[in-house]
Structures are given as structure tokens and as C-alpha cells.
T-cell receptor, first 111, second 112 residues
Framework: DAKTTQPPSMDCAEGRAANLPCNHS???????VYWYRQIHSQGPQYIIH???NNETNEMASLIITEDRKSSTLILPHATLRDTAVYYC????????????FGTGTRLQVTL | GAVVSQHPSWVICKSGTSVKIECRSL??????MFWYRQFPKQSLMLMAT?????????EQGVEKDKFLINHASLTLSTLTVTSAHPEDSSFYIC????????FGSGTQLSVL
């Protein structure tokens, strides 16, 4: 699996958009970009994933650059409950492919 | 989304005893499950891939005789930490594939 690079921490004011960047310059053509988050002492929670088109769901939006070497997860209106560690992961489309976690970004949402 | 249930959520045991952690896929069948461990303030580290009906595949550096994995059915995988020691104290998390990876809620193991 390709490696990813994320900033170790970010702050965001409640109600504002949180934009979390991720670099994955060695991503290959059959690898998706996945985003998970982990709230303290819980299992990771799936947020969103994409291959090359931008994606949006009820939780977030995912913007992938045209060359697919980086992406940005957008939480449009961050709340205190969005405080968590956010992991950007690239994963092969093979059904048994494992997820290899990097160090993630610790997002702190403040009042 | 799909639900992965992990039990127990926390366990305290004496050094030298064995502890079993269960991971169940509640509403789907999972031929493959993954086991991770996580130390405080660190990321998740993959320990092994559990395959239904066959032997697990362990990551480099993970002792297969210490961390026994059994995946006897399509909805259940178990991880047994044998002869646990204080350095095995950690947060253990399982996951299963159902189009994407879903995770259990984790098990906090404390070995005294």
C-alpha cells in the first residue's frame, strides 16, 4: 500500500469548515483513498472514500486532485464531536486488501 | 453500515493467564478479518489477517504462538493472547470487510 503524509494536528473553530490534507504521491491507479476517524478509545469509523472523482456524503466531502497525488477531507460545519484523529489511507481494490494506518491528523474542534 | 461487534470491551487479567477476544460480523459474512493493536497515543498496527477456514497470516514481528487466531465461521474470529504479560497491555481492534472495512469498538486489555 502507498504511504500517506498528514499534518500531525490541526485546530478548527466550531461551525467552521475543517479541511484536512493528505499527500499520497506514490498512489497507484487501482488504489482508492479512504478516510477514517478514531475518537478516543473507540474503533475507527469510516467516513468516505474515492478513486478519482470528488465524493460527498452526509458526513464529509472528499476532494482528490487530478493527478491523485493528494486529497482533502472537508467537514463542512465542524462540531465538538468531530474532535478525533483522522486517518487518510490508500488501499488496493482487491477485496482482501488490508488497511495500513499512518499517524493521522489529530483534529481539535474548539468553541 | 455493516456492524462489527467486539467482546469484551475491556478485560483485566493476571500475568501468565490467557485472554480471548471475540469479533463478530453481525449482518454480513466475512471471509477475512483483520486484527490490530494500538498503544496509547500511537496509530493502529496490523497484527494479522484472519482467514475463514485457514491459517491466519501474521505481520512481521508478531508471534503467532502468542497471539492465536481462529476464524472458524464466516461471522466469528477470535484472538487469544496466551500467557499474557504486562507488555501485552494494549487496545486490540478487529475489522471485517463488507465492501469496505468496518471496525469493532475495540478491547482494552490490561495485564497486571
Amino acid at each position: 500500500d502507498a504511504k500517506t503524509t498528514q499534518p500531525p494536528s490541526m485546530d478548527c473553530a466550531e461551525g467552521r469548515a475543517a479541511n484536512l490534507p493528505c499527500n499520497h504521491s506514490t498512489i497507484s491507479g487501482n488504489e482508492y483513498v479512504y478516510w477514517y476517524r478514531q475518537i478516543h478509545s473507540q474503533g475507527p469509523q469510516y467516513i468516505i472514500h474515492g478513486l478519482k472523482n470528488n465524493e460527498t456524503n452526509e458526513m464529509a466531502s472528499l476532494i482528490i486532485t487530478e493527478d491523485r497525488k493528494s486529497s482533502t477531507l472537508i467537514l463542512p460545519h465542524a462540531t465538538l464531536r468531530d474532535t478525533a484523529v483522522y486517518y487518510c489511507i490508500v488501499r488496493d481494490t482487491g477485496t482482501a486488501s488490508k488497511l495500513t494506518f499512518g499517524t493521522g491528523t489529530r483534529l481539535q474542534v474548539t468553541l | 453500515g455493516a456492524v462489527v461487534s467486539q467482546h469484551p470491551s475491556w478485560v483485566i487479567c493476571k500475568s501468565g493467564t490467557s485472554v480471548k477476544i471475540e469479533c463478530r460480523s453481525l449482518d454480513f459474512q466475512a471471509t477475512t478479518m483483520f486484527w490490530y493493536r494500538q498503544f496509547p497515543k500511537q496509530s493502529l498496527m496490523l497484527m494479522a489477517t484472519s482467514n475463514e477456514g485457514s491459517k491466519a497470516t501474521y505481520e512481521q514481528g508478531v508471534e503467532k504462538d502468542k497471539f492465536l487466531i481462529n476464524h472458524a465461521s464466516l461471522t466469528l474470529s477470535t484472538l487469544t493472547v496466551t500467557s499474557a504479560h504486562p507488555e501485552d497491555s494494549s487496545f486490540y481492534i478487529c475489522s471485517a470487510i463488507h465492501e469496505k472495512l468496518f471496525f469493532g469498538s475495540g478491547t482494552q486489555l490490561s495485564v497486571l
